[in-house]
């Protein structure tokens, strides 16, 4: 994950491992690479032990920015609301954050610069 960065990766999937390195945290936040989380997918690889383990007041607390995501929806049987239904029942999420964590995302997305400021005045 880390040589990622290094090359210049601006989004990482499935990057819960970051969790377990401080270092790694502190460049994440540093270099602004966004960490996309997909809660029950990574609970069924056991890339976690449970949803706890993904730790998202660290990730608050590093100022590292992260987006919710589905992953495979035909394998994991999930959708984005089911996803935070899932995070907002355990308490590790709340709606201002999903609304600030998703206008944040706009950023990272992969379009041209001028759709994403379009994209911006339309939900601000």
Known sequence: MY??????AKRIGHGVALLKSEQEI?????RKVLL???PKSNVQTKAIKCLEDLDIELLKQYNVPY????DNRT???TTLI???RLLLENNLI????IKRINKEAIGYTFIDKSEIEL???KIL
Do not use: R
């Not at 709340?94 to 954050?97: P, R």
């Open 67 to 70: 987006l919710i995501n589905t």
């Open 119 to 121: 994209l911006m005045k």
């Open 94 to 97: 709340s709606m201002d954050e």
């Open 82 to 84: 089911k996803e935070y």
């Open 36 to 38: 996309e989380i997909c």
């Open 26 to 30: 502190k460049e994440f936040s540093k």
């Open 75 to 77: 394998v994991t049987g």
């Open 3 to 8: 040589d990622s960065v290094e090359l210049g």
